[in-house]
């Protein structure tokens, strides 16, 4: 089990990896962020496409061991997005009759319909943590959509009241962290991209929804938020509306992106005592960083943070990236680590 490694810097990812063409297809996918199923993008044959998903998940290990980075996932090879495979496998979840909402980016998105309690009728993602444990010796994270950004991705028919939707969606969160501990996770972490898109709503509730979530999970806790993936979001603010009141928060470490939005670490200053992931990997560009460039980067944020609670990553999930670019980024960004590394150690 993975505990707090020896060495600092440590590189992962935030979740996502490139899907394979003979996988997915890609032009179906484009640039969107399904909310409900769309079994649409998907090549294989229903019966066969369990056991497509597991070879997709073994390349996607094999990729991310290969480039040098410390703590993998499984790539979320099984999911159309990251927060639909498990928010759809929910009770209380109506996704043959959607609903709608507005978007991130202003329009209006298909969602699932919240007609009943929110209940979690058993694991959704234990296999996929099972699997990538089976077939990796390097400490691992699987990622789980946090309840404050499934409550915005919703059109919520019975609960009315936005604060209660979080609260059952975290405690349906907590149970699936629990069982993802159980099955060999060394780090969970949360995916909250919308606290930064709802400020005013993530003021209100944002903390006490993760929380709950969180509540009696052990190890390396982890919320990740961003200002969207860069194939749908081109224009990103340069500082975040929602961060410093993750401090509050039960999780060990907090994700952001920083290099895209080529983001003031001054920043870094607010999480304190957490550790923190930060984004030196720009994924709005197919050109791939020198290492030299990732280590610029990882020097920046060293300012604000010290060696052992800084994490280095890509800004955000790289699945919609081509495989070969996704696969250089990550070469770069194990290289510019260790180039840091060997600079603290003199």
Not at 35 to 40: G, K, S
Not at 51 to 62: C, F, G, K, S
Not at 114 to 122: D, Q, V
Not at 313 to 328: H, S
């Amino acid at each position: 089990m993975y505990h707090r490694a020896v060495q600092p810097l440590l590189t992962t990812v935030v979740g996502s990896y490139p899907q394979p063409d003979w996988l997915i297809d890609r032009a179906k996918l484009g640039s969107k962020v399904p909310r409900v199923r769309a079994p649409e993008i998907w090549r294989i044959a229903p019966e066969h496409l369990e056991e497509a998903q597991d070879d997709a998940t073994l390349l996607a290990i094999r990729d991310m061991e290969r480039a040098g980075i410390d703590i993998i996932t499984d790539g979320e090879m099984r999911r159309e997005s990251y927060s639909n495979r498990f928010a759809t496998a929910l009770d209380g979840v109506d996704i043959v009759n959607p609903g709608t909402t507005i978007n991130r980016s202003g329009a209006r998105a298909v969602v699932p319909r919240i007609t009943g309690p929110i209940r979690r009728r058993g694991p959704v993602e234990v296999r996929d943590m099972q699997f990538l444990r089976a077939n990796t010796a390097k400490p691992i994270k699987i990622t789980v959509p946090g309840p404050f950004t499934m409550t915005q991705q919703a059109q919520d028919d019975y609960y009315k009241d936005e604060e209660a939707l979080a609260m059952a969606y975290a405690a349906a969160v907590n149970e699936e962290l629990k069982d993802l501990k159980r099955a060999g996770a060394d780090i969970v972490q949360l995916d909250e991209p919308w606290l930064q898109a709802r400020a005013e709503r993530a003021a209100r509730y944002g903390v006490s929804a993760i929380n709950r979530a969180l509540d009696g999970i052990p190890g390396t806790t982890v919320v990740h938020l961003c200002f969207g993936y860069a194939a749908a979001v081109k224009d990103k603010p340069s500082g975040y509306s929602f961060l410093g009141q993750l401090a509050e928060t039960r999780a060990s470490q907090i994700s952001i992106e920083a290099a895209q939005p080529r983001l003031d670490l001054g920043v870094l200053r607010e999480l304190a005592p957490k550790s923190v992931m930060v984004g030196v990997i720009d994924l709005g560009t197919t050109a791939i960083e020198t290492p030299e460039l990732v280590a610029e980067r990882i020097r920046a944020a060293l300012k604000y943070i010290a060696p052992d609670k800084l994490v280095a990553a890509p800004d955000c999930g790289m699945k919609y990236l081509e495989r070969d670019v996704a696969f250089g980024k990550l070469a770069a960004l194990a290289r510019g680590a260790a180039i840091v590394r060997k600079e603290i150690a003199g």
